[in-house]
């Protein structure tokens, strides 16, 4: 047996080979599972029950295929552009505490308010990874730059609402004050699915995935992601590219940070209840897109049902707490193994 490259891998054989990755995904996942005493058809079973087939579940889906689509759809562009963000989490945050500050002590007008909120998530979130940007000039490889800066992020978050802006009615938990009703976003009834996030998700998504294949600046990128050295000889700036891209991956993790706080929980609180690892999960979203924003429309509410059936699986079946973990990680796993049959053919001949 013996691998030979593939010059041009076609769009069918990277697609068979994703979905077969997954597969594989999660027949390790029954295997996981049948270790752990439980059957796999009654895990599966119950976890598209408890979500595509529960009105509940399905609301919890479409909570959490917000803020997936929307950095799944940055991430993609990232990866696509050789630039590899892990900082999502982080830049979530810092849109999430921009967008805080300008709904409570910020004088806009109610009219301008949400807005207002967006546009500073969107630039918190931007600011952050462009971090990663400016080290990455100075020869700091950005994966574990914005690695790190998930860290920093999470801590200011604790300072700041355990000082500055602890609310004056807390009580044992720390968060700030309530933000002006102006700055809540609008929700599907008895949901917390912040629709006009949604809307925007689908829409960035369309709109960059336009971007990436019929605009100057997509046609950089992609020579940029897939040839850095012809790239180079057309006069192409790499650097320049990285610095777009990551300012507008960061600004699309800004906002979703910006709508959790202000279409949820309307206040800033302890960084773990504004992601439930939103900024880790999404780089499967964007790896199972093979760097196509508009399939992050499929990809991200596929990890949203993983995500949503976990919780399920923890409390019907009394399963660890991580096992949402293990099918991040098994998918992850699988996903990159595959990307060596995307770019190679299997040859079977005699020795």
Same mark, same amino acid.
């Given at each position: 047996?013996?691998?030979?490259a593939?010059?041009?891998?076609?769009?069918?054989?990277?697609?068979?080979?994703?979905?077969?990755?997954?597969?594989?995904?999660?027949?390790?996942?029954?295997?996981?599972?049948?270790?752990?005493?439980?059957?796999?058809?009654?895990? !599966?079973?119950?976890?598209?029950?408890?979500?595509l087939?529960?009105?509940?579940?399905?609301?919890?889906?479409?909570?959490?295929?917000?803020?997936?689509?929307?950095?799944?759809?940055?991430?993609?562009?990232?990866?696509?552009?050789?630039?590899?963000? #892990?900082?999502?989490?982080?830049?979530?945050?810092?849109?999430?505490?921009?967008?805080?500050?300008?709904?409570?002590?910020?004088?806009?007008?109610?009219?301008?308010? *949400?807005?207002?909120?967006?546009?500073?998530?969107? #630039?918190?979130?931007?600011?952050?990874?462009l *971090?990663?940007?400016?080290?990455?000039?100075?020869n700091?490889?950005?994966i574990?730059?914005?690695?790190?800066?998930?860290?920093?992020?999470?801590?200011?978050?604790? !300072?700041?609402?355990?000082?500055?802006?602890?609310?004056?009615?807390?009580?044992? !938990?720390?968060?700030?004050?309530?933000?002006?009703?102006?700055?809540?976003?609008?929700?599907?009834?008895?949901?917390?699915v912040?629709?006009?996030?949604l809307?925007?998700? *689908?829409?960035?998504?369309?709109?960059?995935?336009?971007?990436?294949?019929?605009?100057?600046?997509?046609?950089?990128?992609?020579? *940029?992601?897939?040839?850095?050295?012809?790239?180079?000889?057309?006069?192409?700036?790499?650097?320049?590219?990285?610095?777009?891209?990551a300012?507008?991956?960061?600004?699309?993790?800004?906002?979703?940070?910006?709508?959790?706080?202000?279409?949820? /929980? /309307?206040?800033?609180?302890?960084a773990?209840?504004?992601?439930?690892? !939103?900024?880790?999960?999404?780089?499967?979203?964007?790896?199972?897109?093979?760097?196509?924003?508009?399939?992050?429309?499929?990809?991200?509410?596929?990890?949203?049902?993983?995500?949503?059936?976990?919780?399920?699986?923890? &409390?019907?079946?009394?399963?660890?707490?991580?096992?949402?973990? #293990?099918?991040?990680?098994? &998918?992850?796993?699988?996903?990159?193994?595959?990307?060596?049959?995307?770019? /190679?053919?299997?040859?079977?001949?005699?020795?």
């Amino acid at each position: 047996m013996r691998f030979v490259a593939v010059t041009a891998p076609s769009a069918a054989r990277t697609a068979l080979v994703t979905v077969a990755s997954v597969v594989v995904a999660l027949l390790v996942c029954a295997l996981v599972f049948a270790l752990a005493g439980q059957s796999s058809a009654e895990v !599966y079973g119950t976890m598209l029950r408890g979500t595509l087939g529960d009105p509940t579940g399905l609301a919890e889906v479409g909570r959490r295929t917000i803020p997936l689509l929307l950095i799944g759809v940055g991430l993609a562009l990232a990866f696509r552009a050789q630039f590899f963000n #892990i900082g999502a989490e982080g830049q979530l945050l810092l849109g999430a505490v921009f967008a805080a500050g300008t709904a409570l002590f910020l004088p806009v007008p109610g009219a301008l308010l *949400v807005p207002a909120v967006f546009v500073s998530g969107f #630039i918190g979130g931007g600011l952050w990874a462009l *971090v990663a940007a400016a080290l990455r000039r100075v020869n700091v490889n950005e994966i574990l730059s914005t690695l790190m800066l998930n860290y920093i992020a999470v801590a200011l978050v604790t !300072y700041l609402i355990a000082g500055p802006w602890k609310g004056k009615d807390v009580r044992g !938990y720390i968060y700030t004050d309530t933000f002006p009703q102006g700055a809540w976003l609008p929700t599907l009834s008895g949901t917390q699915v912040h629709w006009p996030t949604l809307l925007l998700g *689908v829409a960035l998504a369309l709109g960059l995935q336009w971007l990436l294949s019929r605009s100057t600046f997509g046609y950089a990128l992609r020579v *940029v992601g897939e040839n850095p050295g012809a790239a180079h000889y057309a006069g192409l700036s790499s650097a320049r590219v990285a610095t777009l891209v990551a300012l507008l991956t960061g600004g699309l993790a800004g906002l979703a940070g910006a709508g959790e706080v202000a279409g949820i /929980h /309307h206040r800033l609180l302890e960084a773990s209840q504004i992601s439930l690892g !939103y900024g880790f999960t999404a780089v499967i979203v964007a790896w199972l897109a093979r760097g196509n924003p508009a399939l992050c429309l499929i990809t991200a509410p596929l990890m949203a049902v993983i995500l949503a059936g976990g919780d399920l699986l923890k &409390i019907d079946l009394n399963l660890p707490f991580r096992v949402v973990d #293990i099918f991040s990680g098994v &998918i992850l796993l699988c996903l990159i193994a595959s990307e060596v049959f995307v770019r /190679h053919r299997v040859q079977w001949a005699r020795a």
